[in-house]
Protein backbone atom coordinates (compact mmCIF):
# COMPACT_ATOMS: atom_id res chain seq x y z
CA UNK A 1 0.00 0.00 0.00
CA UNK A 2 1.12 3.31 -0.80
CA UNK A 3 1.87 5.46 1.75
CA UNK A 4 0.53 9.24 1.85
CA UNK A 5 2.67 12.12 2.41
CA UNK A 6 1.49 15.71 3.72
CA UNK A 7 2.58 16.69 0.09
CA UNK A 8 -0.19 14.21 -1.47
CA UNK A 9 -2.55 15.47 0.89
CA UNK A 10 -1.80 18.88 0.20
CA UNK A 11 -2.67 17.75 -3.87
CA UNK A 12 -5.65 16.68 -3.37
CA UNK A 13 -7.28 20.24 -0.66
CA UNK A 14 -6.17 21.52 -3.87
CA UNK A 15 -9.38 20.36 -5.36
CA UNK A 16 -11.46 21.59 -2.86
CA UNK A 17 -9.56 25.10 -4.07
CA UNK A 18 -10.84 24.60 -7.34
CA UNK A 19 -14.98 24.42 -5.94
CA UNK A 20 -14.37 27.30 -3.64
CA UNK A 21 -13.21 29.28 -6.46
CA UNK A 22 -16.66 28.23 -8.25
CA UNK A 23 -18.45 29.07 -5.18
CA UNK A 24 -16.95 32.97 -5.42
CA UNK A 25 -17.14 32.91 -9.19
CA UNK A 26 -20.72 31.91 -9.45
CA UNK A 27 -21.46 33.73 -5.86
CA UNK A 28 -22.80 30.45 -4.42
CA UNK A 29 -21.67 32.07 -1.26
CA UNK A 30 -21.03 28.38 -0.34
CA UNK A 31 -16.97 28.65 0.26
CA UNK A 32 -16.76 29.39 3.97
CA UNK A 33 -18.98 26.36 4.04
CA UNK A 34 -16.69 24.27 2.27
CA UNK A 35 -13.68 25.48 4.43
CA UNK A 36 -15.13 25.01 7.33
CA UNK A 37 -16.40 21.41 6.21
CA UNK A 38 -12.90 21.22 4.82
CA UNK A 39 -10.90 21.95 7.71
CA UNK A 40 -14.00 19.81 10.29
CA UNK A 41 -12.71 16.65 7.56
CA UNK A 42 -9.54 16.84 8.57
CA UNK A 43 -9.19 17.71 12.21
CA UNK A 44 -11.91 15.44 12.71
CA UNK A 45 -10.71 12.58 10.48
CA UNK A 46 -7.09 13.09 12.40
CA UNK A 47 -8.02 12.99 15.49
CA UNK A 48 -10.08 9.78 15.70
CA UNK A 49 -7.03 8.41 13.61
CA UNK A 50 -4.85 8.96 16.87
CA UNK A 51 -7.51 7.74 18.91
CA UNK A 52 -7.89 4.47 17.30
CA UNK A 53 -4.25 3.80 16.77
CA UNK A 54 -4.14 4.21 20.70
CA UNK A 55 -7.62 1.81 21.16
CA UNK A 56 -6.13 -0.65 18.56
CA UNK A 57 -3.27 -1.17 20.47
CA UNK A 58 -4.87 -0.81 24.27
CA UNK A 59 -7.81 -3.18 23.32
CA UNK A 60 -9.90 -3.04 26.09
CA UNK A 61 -13.01 -3.12 26.46
CA UNK A 62 -14.74 -0.42 28.27
CA UNK A 63 -12.54 2.14 26.12
CA UNK A 64 -13.88 0.62 23.01
CA UNK A 65 -17.64 0.53 24.60
CA UNK A 66 -17.13 4.39 25.21
CA UNK A 67 -16.10 5.39 22.41
CA UNK A 68 -19.26 3.11 20.10
CA UNK A 69 -21.56 5.09 22.57
CA UNK A 70 -19.54 7.94 22.18
CA UNK A 71 -20.18 7.85 18.04
CA UNK A 72 -23.69 6.48 18.45
CA UNK A 73 -24.94 9.80 21.05
CA UNK A 74 -23.45 11.97 18.21
CA UNK A 75 -25.27 10.64 15.15
CA UNK A 76 -28.59 10.28 17.15
CA UNK A 77 -28.27 13.86 17.68
CA UNK A 78 -27.23 14.62 14.37
CA UNK A 79 -30.20 13.01 12.96
CA UNK A 80 -32.14 15.34 14.52
CA UNK A 81 -30.00 18.58 14.03
CA UNK A 82 -30.65 18.15 10.29
CA UNK A 83 -34.51 17.96 10.78
CA UNK A 84 -35.86 21.29 9.86
CA UNK A 85 -39.38 20.47 12.24
CA UNK A 86 -39.23 19.02 15.46
CA UNK A 87 -41.48 17.94 18.12
CA UNK A 88 -41.28 16.99 21.94
CA UNK A 89 -38.96 14.15 22.63
CA UNK A 90 -37.77 13.50 18.55
CA UNK A 91 -34.16 13.70 20.55
CA UNK A 92 -35.21 10.77 22.93
CA UNK A 93 -36.95 8.97 19.83
CA UNK A 94 -34.22 9.48 17.42
CA UNK A 95 -31.68 8.08 20.37
CA UNK A 96 -33.68 4.87 20.97
CA UNK A 97 -33.94 4.32 16.79
CA UNK A 98 -30.24 4.77 16.33
CA UNK A 99 -29.03 2.79 19.29
CA UNK A 100 -31.67 0.41 18.70
CA UNK A 101 -31.05 -0.23 15.17
CA UNK A 102 -27.37 0.18 14.92
CA UNK A 103 -26.21 -2.30 17.97
CA UNK A 104 -28.83 -4.64 17.22
CA UNK A 105 -27.25 -5.27 13.64
CA UNK A 106 -23.80 -4.76 14.83
CA UNK A 107 -24.25 -7.29 17.10
CA UNK A 108 -26.09 -9.69 15.02
CA UNK A 109 -23.00 -9.24 12.69
CA UNK A 110 -19.93 -9.48 15.18
CA UNK A 111 -22.03 -13.07 16.49
CA UNK A 112 -23.79 -14.62 13.77
CA UNK A 113 -21.59 -13.52 10.45
CA UNK A 114 -18.47 -13.28 11.89
CA UNK A 115 -17.88 -15.77 14.75
CA UNK A 116 -16.27 -14.26 17.68
CA UNK A 117 -13.57 -16.20 17.94
CA UNK A 118 -11.85 -14.80 14.54
CA UNK A 119 -12.80 -10.90 15.84
CA UNK A 120 -11.80 -11.29 20.04
CA UNK A 121 -8.25 -10.92 19.61
CA UNK A 122 -8.34 -7.41 18.45
CA UNK A 123 -12.18 -6.88 19.13
CA UNK A 124 -12.01 -2.70 18.50
CA UNK A 125 -10.55 -3.61 14.57
CA UNK A 126 -13.91 -5.15 13.37
CA UNK A 127 -16.36 -3.17 16.10
CA UNK A 128 -15.36 0.20 15.78
CA UNK A 129 -15.12 0.32 11.59
CA UNK A 130 -19.11 -1.74 11.60
CA UNK A 131 -20.18 0.02 13.98
CA UNK A 132 -19.20 3.41 12.04
CA UNK A 133 -20.46 2.65 8.90
CA UNK A 134 -23.48 1.50 9.70
CA UNK A 135 -24.27 4.94 12.10
CA UNK A 136 -23.18 7.17 8.68
CA UNK A 137 -26.06 5.61 6.59
CA UNK A 138 -28.34 4.98 9.54
CA UNK A 139 -28.67 8.76 10.79
CA UNK A 140 -29.36 9.75 7.32
CA UNK A 141 -32.41 7.21 7.04
CA UNK A 142 -33.52 8.46 10.00
CA UNK A 143 -32.74 12.24 9.56
CA UNK A 144 -34.82 12.13 6.40
CA UNK A 145 -37.24 10.12 7.85
CA UNK A 146 -38.42 12.09 11.01
CA UNK A 147 -38.49 15.07 8.56
CA UNK A 148 -40.69 13.89 5.84
CA UNK A 149 -43.02 12.75 9.34
CA UNK A 150 -43.52 15.94 10.10
CA UNK A 151 -43.59 17.79 7.09
CA UNK A 152 -45.86 15.08 5.66
CA UNK A 153 -48.66 15.67 8.76
CA UNK A 154 -48.12 19.76 8.25
CA UNK A 155 -49.08 19.27 4.33
CA UNK A 156 -51.30 17.03 5.12
CA UNK A 157 -53.32 18.13 7.88
CA UNK A 158 -56.38 19.33 6.93
CA UNK A 159 -56.64 15.83 5.06
CA UNK A 160 -55.29 14.06 8.33
CA UNK A 161 -58.17 15.73 10.72
CA UNK A 162 -61.26 15.15 8.67
CA UNK A 163 -60.33 11.48 8.41
CA UNK A 164 -60.27 11.42 12.22
CA UNK A 165 -63.59 13.62 12.40
CA UNK A 166 -65.33 10.76 9.83
CA UNK A 167 -63.92 8.23 12.73
CA UNK A 168 -60.90 6.82 11.34
CA UNK A 169 -58.39 5.88 13.72
CA UNK A 170 -54.79 7.71 14.41
CA UNK A 171 -53.36 4.92 12.36
CA UNK A 172 -55.34 5.26 8.99
CA UNK A 173 -55.37 9.10 9.18
CA UNK A 174 -51.14 8.93 9.19
CA UNK A 175 -50.87 6.21 6.99
CA UNK A 176 -49.92 7.50 3.90
CA UNK A 177 -47.61 9.97 6.00
CA UNK A 178 -46.14 7.36 7.72
CA UNK A 179 -45.46 5.51 4.24
CA UNK A 180 -43.71 8.45 2.83
CA UNK A 181 -41.50 9.02 6.02
CA UNK A 182 -40.15 5.48 5.49
CA UNK A 183 -39.78 5.18 2.00
CA UNK A 184 -37.82 8.96 2.03
CA UNK A 185 -35.71 7.49 4.35
CA UNK A 186 -34.79 4.38 2.66
CA UNK A 187 -34.42 5.66 -0.49
CA UNK A 188 -31.51 6.91 -0.78
CA UNK A 189 -29.64 3.45 0.47
CA UNK A 190 -31.89 2.01 -1.88
CA UNK A 191 -30.70 3.77 -4.71
CA UNK A 192 -26.91 3.22 -3.71
CA UNK A 193 -27.27 -0.39 -3.59
CA UNK A 194 -29.40 -0.26 -7.40
CA UNK A 195 -25.69 1.19 -8.75
CA UNK A 196 -23.51 -0.39 -6.07
CA UNK A 197 -20.40 -1.71 -8.64
CA UNK A 198 -21.67 -0.55 -11.58
CA UNK A 199 -21.29 3.45 -11.32
CA UNK A 200 -19.64 3.57 -7.76
CA UNK A 201 -17.09 1.23 -5.95
CA UNK A 202 -17.76 1.57 -2.24
CA UNK A 203 -15.27 2.55 0.73
CA UNK A 204 -15.16 -0.79 2.41
CA UNK A 205 -14.34 -2.29 -1.05
CA UNK A 206 -12.45 0.26 -2.27
CA UNK A 207 -9.79 0.64 0.96
CA UNK A 208 -9.21 -3.44 0.98
CA UNK A 209 -8.38 -2.96 -2.91
CA UNK A 210 -6.04 -0.57 -1.95
CA UNK A 211 -4.75 -2.37 1.03
CA UNK A 212 -4.15 -5.36 -1.64
CA UNK A 213 -6.54 -7.33 -0.92
CA UNK A 214 -8.29 -9.86 -3.45
CA UNK A 215 -11.00 -7.71 -5.26
CA UNK A 216 -13.27 -10.88 -4.94
CA UNK A 217 -12.82 -11.05 -1.16
CA UNK A 218 -13.58 -7.23 -1.06
CA UNK A 219 -16.66 -7.81 -2.46
CA UNK A 220 -17.62 -10.25 -0.59
CA UNK A 221 -17.26 -7.90 2.73
CA UNK A 222 -18.91 -5.15 0.53
CA UNK A 223 -22.09 -7.43 0.05
CA UNK A 224 -22.36 -8.11 3.37
CA UNK A 225 -21.88 -4.56 4.36
CA UNK A 226 -24.76 -3.16 2.12
CA UNK A 227 -26.92 -5.72 3.49
CA UNK A 228 -26.23 -4.67 7.40
CA UNK A 229 -26.60 -0.77 5.98
CA UNK A 230 -29.73 -1.42 4.41
CA UNK A 231 -31.26 -3.09 7.51
CA UNK A 232 -30.04 -0.49 10.29
CA UNK A 233 -31.12 2.38 7.82
CA UNK A 234 -34.56 0.68 7.24
CA UNK A 235 -34.84 -0.64 10.88
CA UNK A 236 -33.61 3.09 12.38
CA UNK A 237 -36.16 4.47 10.13
CA UNK A 238 -38.72 2.69 10.80
CA UNK A 239 -38.79 2.99 14.79
CA UNK A 240 -38.19 6.65 14.67
CA UNK A 241 -41.13 7.33 12.38
CA UNK A 242 -43.45 5.10 14.40
CA UNK A 243 -42.27 6.50 17.71
CA UNK A 244 -42.44 9.87 15.77
CA UNK A 245 -46.19 8.70 15.19
CA UNK A 246 -46.94 7.64 18.75
CA UNK A 247 -45.88 11.11 20.09
CA UNK A 248 -48.13 13.39 17.47
CA UNK A 249 -50.84 11.50 17.63
CA UNK A 250 -52.65 10.52 21.18
CA UNK A 251 -54.59 7.42 22.68
CA UNK A 252 -57.87 9.59 21.98
CA UNK A 253 -57.15 9.10 18.32
CA UNK A 254 -56.41 13.51 18.19
CA UNK A 255 -53.84 15.19 16.22
CA UNK A 256 -51.25 17.05 18.14
CA UNK A 257 -50.37 19.20 15.35
CA UNK A 258 -49.57 22.06 17.62
CA UNK A 259 -46.83 19.84 18.56
CA UNK A 260 -44.85 20.42 15.94
CA UNK A 261 -42.30 23.19 15.30
CA UNK A 262 -40.56 24.68 12.68
CA UNK A 263 -36.56 25.69 13.36
CA UNK A 264 -35.30 28.82 12.64
Known amino acids: MYDLTPLNIALAAMLVLVNGIISVWLKLNMEKRLLLASVRTVVQLLLIGLILEWIFKLSWWPVIALLMFTMTLIASLTAVQRSQRR ?51 TLNGISLGLDRLSEELVMRRAEVELKLTLGASRS ?88 ITRVG
Open 87 to 137: FPGIWLNSMVAVFASSWLVSGFALTVIIPPQNWSANPAQYLIPLMGMILGN
Open 172 to 259: EAAREALQNAVRSGMTPIINSMMVVGLVSLPGLMTGQILAGASPLESVKYQIVMMFLIVSGTGLGTVISVLLGYRRLFNSKHQFLFDH
